[in-house]
């Protein structure tokens, strides 16, 4: 198994010599030196770690800072625990710092730019389901008896499931935790529905590090199938939350989203 520099998603060997197709599509980049390929082994032989945050009760951040460096979340729940956007690195450490968390029951990732290593942590915590959308089932690099294909939507438990809502890819997915938040409701959309730094709303874009946007039409249409969810708050894959009123913000950063692309604020500009 081998590891994109850029992404840090998992590769079967055989993908050295070639491309990352992650990297090479319009939504991401190769690096101006080109592709470059590593491993788990050299990565911990550099001096990489996953960094451990208690964020909320029973919300558990795991960052690191290889590859795209998004901070997974781990959703803790009595019938098991959710490994949201699976970081692209592990190590004794951190396996043992989610076992006292109580371990993974099943593993998935908001879009293929999250996959990381998530064979190595389904391998670690008794061969965990890792589910992948079926609409993104192919940007896959690396597959095994782990992998399982889900759709629209699927429930985990009974206050814990995930929905297919497309836009940055068509398998793009939210994690819907209704007993986050004090009960109130959580969402974990990666950068699916993307918090944004004034912690008061949201972006949707198909490319954020090339900045392509999406139309104001595909982005009604994702604030429409997380209308019918009750939440509080929505964490991004970066350890970032709109902390309150969060389903509100959705729907007010669609609306707004919508009605710059349509040039209703040109006369701002």
Known sequence: MITC?????????????RDCPICADERQYLPKDGQAWTSVKQLAAAGHHVEVLDLRPNLTGLRTDVGIGQTALLVQTPEGNL???????????????????????????????MFGVQLEWSAAFDDAPVYVNAADIDWLGRRGAAITEWDDELRLTGGLTLHRIGGHFPGSAVAHWEHGADGRGTLLSGDTIMSNPDRRSVSFMRSYPNRIPL????????????????FEEIWNNFGLAVPTDAAAAVQQS????AAWVRGDFDHLT
């Open 5 to 17: 520099a850029t992404c840090a998603v998992e590769y079967d060997d055989t993908a050295a010599g």
């Open 83 to 113: 490994l949201w956007d699976p970081p692209g690195y592990i190590d004794d450490d951190a396996i043992a710092a989610v076992a006292e968390r109580g371990g993974i029951r099943w593993i998935a990732a908001s879009h293929p730019h």
């Open 215 to 230: 139309s104001g039409n595909v982005v009604l249409r994702i604030a429409d199938r997380v209308k019918p969810l009750a």
């Open 254 to 257: 669609a609306q707004r989203h």
